[in-house]
Structures are given as structure tokens and as C-alpha cells.
């Protein structure tokens, strides 16, 4: 199996299986929210579009950020400790983000796409072996190359190749990362929470496909169960 790592800027370029990462938090929130009953979620990119759409969906419910914050006329921000507070269950949300959700909608060459974090990672790789791919291509969509990201993307692939590597090196660096430092403690309270669920390895059993309906990037969750062996 060959691997590739790409940004946001040149994802639109990965074909085959495309796995995009957001540690902190898009896809660690999406995780849990999924964990307390969300039955799908649609990615998009803009603001105004994820509340054009939240009126096109009845029931739906808008999450994500921008610039870490929740834009006005969001029901959630992008906290997974916000998130695991609510009831979902039954629910389809919409999300946006700065990083996480734009990796996804430029990846419009993958043949099979994927989101993930630390939270799905063991999920995540059974998934991707089932499909026997030649390639993987990993888009690191935080604004440090070499952060939490590539951390996470490293670690899945020491996975994908059969090793069983120590996961505390590579959960150490999302703790470390670099992006903190945006996210100061006094504009974002749960921060502290937040990142501990955000590295919360393997906290929850299933992978995150994403498929294209009707036009729509739709993710919903695959229990391992399900999941070929």
C-alpha cells in the first residue's frame, strides 16, 4: 500500500481512497455527535449554504465554526464537549469548519472518501483495509503540515501496514499541537475538555464514509461490526 499526504490546496488532485483529518475538532465533534444518536451529517463549505440547507431539511441542525467560533444562527459550535451534551438520536445535522469540512468538499476526485480522527482511528483502518486499496491518500487539513493531523495520519498508516505502534507519541503531539495556541482558554471554556476528547483514541466504534447524494457530501457512521474483516 502506497501512501500520499496532501493539504486542502492540493487534495482536489487524490484519487482512490481519500481519508481527509480534522482532530481538532471537526471530525472528533462529528464523531461524538454520531455517538449521541446523529443519524447523518452533510458537509459543506459555506456559512450561508449550511443555513440554506438546514431550511431545506426538516429537522436539521447547523455545527462547525469559523475562526473557532459558532457563526451566528449555528445550533452548535464545533465542541465536542458542547456536542455530547445534546440528544441527537434520530437527528441529521449540517456542518462547516475552517479546515475539516473544506478537506472534504475539494476531494472531489476520491473514489471513496473518508473522515477521520483519533476517535474512529482502529474503525477507520478496518474500513479502509477491506477495501484493499493500492494507495491511500491522507489530506492533513490543519494549517500545521506537520501537526495533529499528520500525527493521527501517521499513526493510521503504521495501522494500515499491521504494526500495533505505541499510540502515545502520536496522541502527544494533538496535545502539544500547535493550533492551541488559537484557542485560548478565556474565548474558549472547554478547550481543556475538548482536547481530551479530541485524542480519546478509539473512543468510538465506527468509521465515518462519506458518500455523494444528490449532489451532497453525506457521512454516516459504519459500526466495526459491519465492517468486513
Known sequence: ??????????????????????VIRAFSNAAYAFSVGAQSITLVSGVDEALALREQIPGALVMGEV???????????????EILRQDLRGRHLIQRTGAGTQGAVRSFNAERLFAASFAVAEATVCAVRALSPGQVTFVITGRDFYGEDRACAEYLEARLNGETPDPRPYLDRALNANEIRFMPPEIFPDIASD????TRLDSCPFAMPIARENGRLVMRPVPSEFIPS
Do not use: E, R
Not at 195 to 198: K, R, S, V
Open 1 to 22: 500500500m502506497i501512501f500520499h499526504y496532501v493539504s486542502n490546496d492540493s487534495c482536489s488532485n487524490a484519487t482512490g481512497v481519500v481519508i481527509v483529518i480534522d
Open 67 to 81: 475562526d473557532g467560533m459558532p457563526p451566528k444562527g449555528f445550533d452548535f459550535g464545533n465542541s465536542p464537549t
Open 195 to 198: 482536547l481530551d476528547y479530541c
